[in-house]
């Protein structure tokens, strides 16, 4: 799978974790991938929901080590 950015969000706090993750994905083409890195807890469970009622689209989901995740996401719009 081919990443066109990366965004590190592990050390924010929601609602941060997924303002920024916006920020970066309005930023990008529609159908570019986003790497996202985030926490478990808050981060992992919301932004994923919040990007999908946004209408992204989940690629993957992965745990990374430790409590890190990477996210990726494709931009739909």
Same mark, same amino acid.
């Given at each position: 799978m081919s990443?066109d950015?990366?965004?590190d969000?592990?050390?924010?706090?929601? @609602?941060?974790?997924? /303002?920024?993750t916006? %920020?970066r994905l309005?930023?990008m083409e =529609?159908?570019?991938?986003?790497? *996202?890195?985030?926490?478990r807890?808050? @981060?992992?469970?919301? /932004?994923?929901?919040a %990007?999908?009622?946004?209408?992204?689209? =989940?690629?993957?989901c992965?745990? *990374?080590?430790?409590?890190?995740?990477?996210?990726?996401?494709?931009?739909?719009?």
């Amino acid at each position: 799978m081919s990443v066109d950015h990366e965004l590190d969000i592990t050390a924010e706090v929601c @609602p941060m974790t997924f /303002v920024r993750t916006k %920020l970066r994905l309005e930023s990008m083409e =529609i159908g570019q991938v986003l790497r *996202v890195r985030l926490r478990r807890g808050e @981060p992992l469970h919301n /932004v994923p929901r919040a %990007l999908l009622d946004h209408g992204q689209e =989940i690629l993957a989901c992965d745990p *990374v080590g430790g409590d890190v995740y990477e996210l990726l996401v494709r931009r739909r719009r």
